[in-house]
């Protein structure tokens, strides 16, 4: 294990305009090329449902698996030699998922779909949720990779002693900010883990403001980096020796409660 270097891409995405909104992010993924003292990023983050932004007419513009949208994740991930993730709408069946795509830099690629769908703006009558948990490798590191919503919900994010990060990609309104930081922190604290959110900036179509607040916080709830509400790229080094330390003086993962998880 060894330190890993995050790159979260932090921006306005322009409502179901998933060709505008590409273009848009490619000269923020050029600045990961210089991320940890120019050695480049290790994992590029894009926010949550980033083609199109959280809208009610997103399914009209819904990506297909293997699609334009995945496409060009395999050609930044190859580009950056990094993996580089966000979510996006995507056509199953007859229905559609909030998926993200987890794209390595050899093209392979794997998946997560949202599993808590937020009905406070009907998006449960609108996707399918998904079922199962998401675990991830990179340079030794375990990563659990989650949806904006996904992070109220503790049950759901609980380290079981199987990843030493999580990450959580989202279109988290700034009504609600000091939710998504504290949130955030928790997770971190709780499960004795790095965390990392990406979040947007901007207006919606419905002049929902979204105030971004991208960040990362370290295993004690210290935070790493803060985004606040600029645009940008934003890197920052996680210290696999940090973790290891902590987790060693501090273990409180040995008290932790059994439990299984139905879904």
């Not at 995050?6 to 923020?28: C, G, H, K, M, V």
């Not at 990563?143 to 990060?165: A, E, G, K, Q, T």
């Not at 955030?184 to 709780?190: H, K, S």
């Amino acid at each position: 294990m060894q330190d890993l270097t995050l790159s979260l891409i932090q921006t306005d995405i322009i409502p179901d305009n998933p060709e505008a909104n590409l273009d848009r992010y490619e000269p923020l993924l050029e600045q990961a090329r210089q991320a940890g003292q120019g050695r480049g990023s290790d994992l590029v983050i894009l926010p949550e449902v980033f083609t199109t932004g959280f809208s009610a007419t997103a399914r009209d513009h819904a990506e297909r698996e293997g699609g334009r949208a995945y496409e060009w994740l395999a050609h930044w991930a190859k580009s950056l030699d990094a993996v580089v993730t966000g979510s996006l709408v995507v056509a199953e069946g007859d229905g559609h998922v909030n998926r993200l795509v987890w794209m390595s830099p050899d093209g392979h690629y794997q998946q997560y779909d949202k599993r808590h769908l937020f009905r406070m703006a009907g998006e449960h009558k609108r996707y399918k949720a998904g079922q199962k948990r998401l675990l991830v490798e990179l340079k030794g590191w375990r990563i659990l990779p989650m949806v904006c919503y996904d992070l109220r919900f503790p049950v759901w994010s609980r380290n079981r002693n199987d990843y030493d990060l999580a990450l959580y990609v989202a279109n988290w309104p700034g009504a609600r900010s000091l939710h998504w930081r504290r949130l955030l922190q928790a997770r971190a604290i709780e499960n004795l883990s790095f965390v990392a959110g990406v979040n947007r900036i901007g207006l919606d179509e419905k002049d929902q403001h979204y105030t971004g607040d991208s960040a990362i916080f370290g295993p004690a709830g210290e935070a790493i980096l803060d985004a606040e509400d600029r645009a940008g790229c934003f890197s920052g080094v996680l210290s696999a020796e940090r973790l290891t330390h902590y987790r060693e003086s501090f273990p409180a993962y040995l008290d932790a409660d059994e439990f299984d998880l139905k879904v």
